[in-house]
Antibody, heavy 113, light 111 residues
Framework: QVQLQQSGPQLVRPGASVKISCKAS????????MHWVKQRPGQGLEWIGM????????KLDQKFKDKATLTVDKSSNTAYMQLNSPTSEDSAVYYC??????WGQGTTLTVSS | DIVLTQSPASLAVSLGQRATISCTAS??????????MHWYQQKPGQPPKLLIY???NLESGIPARFSGSGSRTDFTLTINPVEADDVATYYC?????????FGGGTKLEIK
């Protein structure tokens, strides 16, 4: 069965880059774009961007162009999102999702000194 | 960017009655006769769950009480009849062009 297993909650200092992982199983990893979505506490869903694992082509919402870097490791079927120079505004739950249908459990990021 | 406007922001419906949620896009999200609009249900502490894809297709395992309709810029999610387990926030999302934007959400409660 399709599963997306995300890395655990993280507490980071402002300005210290952080990397979230999403390990895929149960399907052919390179056949589906991987999406990333942000949800701040009590707020709605924000689409960050997506990456094609077959060739690492990436599409990012302009709002996140300087904030998020998407990568994949095909050897381990894992997608990564690095958040650069995080601030308190980046404290949120981050989800990876295979297209629209399967979602990871979410990774809670807290940015605090 | 395509802006999706959901209404209402919150909705209280009696058990067994119909709930209707609207999503209006700032531009058409149709391509090649397909409407790239999707609907999700999210409960607190859980990731979103896909209910309807491409405007009117029921995702596997989702009860037939859920249905979707619409095309171009105007879309509707209907839940009929509403059950207690349907208390959640519902989101629309378009995937016709990036960025793949979401609507602001509709919170469904039981009256």
């Amino acid at each position: 069965q399709v599963q997306l297993q995300q890395s655990g909650p993280q507490l980071v200092r402002p300005g210290a880059s952080v990397k979230i992982s999403c390990k895929a199983s149960g399907y052919s990893f390179t056949n589906y774009w991987m999406h990333w979505v942000k949800q701040r506490p009590g707020q709605g869903l924000e689409w960050i961007g997506m990456i094609d694992p077959s060739d690492s082509e990436t599409k990012l919402d302009q709002k996140f162009k300087d904030k998020a870097t998407l990568t994949v490791d095909k050897s381990s079927n894992t997608a990564y999102m690095q958040l650069n120079s995080p601030t308190s505004e980046d404290s949120a739950v981050y989800y990876c999702a295979r297209k629209t249908d399967y979602w990871g459990q979410g990774t809670t990021l807290t940015v605090s000194s | 960017d395509i802006v999706l406007t959901q209404s209402p922001a919150s909705l209280a419906v009696s058990l067994g009655q119909r709930a209707t949620i609207s999503c209006t896009a700032s531009d058409s999200i149709d391509t090649y006769a397909n409407s790239f609009m999707h609907w999700y249900q999210q409960k607190p502490g859980q990731p979103p769950k896909l209910l309807i894809y491409r405007a009117s297709n029921l995702e596997s395992g989702i009860p037939a009480r859920f249905s979707g309709s619409g095309s171009r810029t105007d879309f509707t999610l209907t839940i009929n009849p509403v059950e207690a387990d349907d208390v959640a926030t519902y989101y629309c999302q378009q995937s016709n062009e990036d960025p793949y934007t979401f609507g602001g959400g509709t919170k469904l409660e039981i009256k």
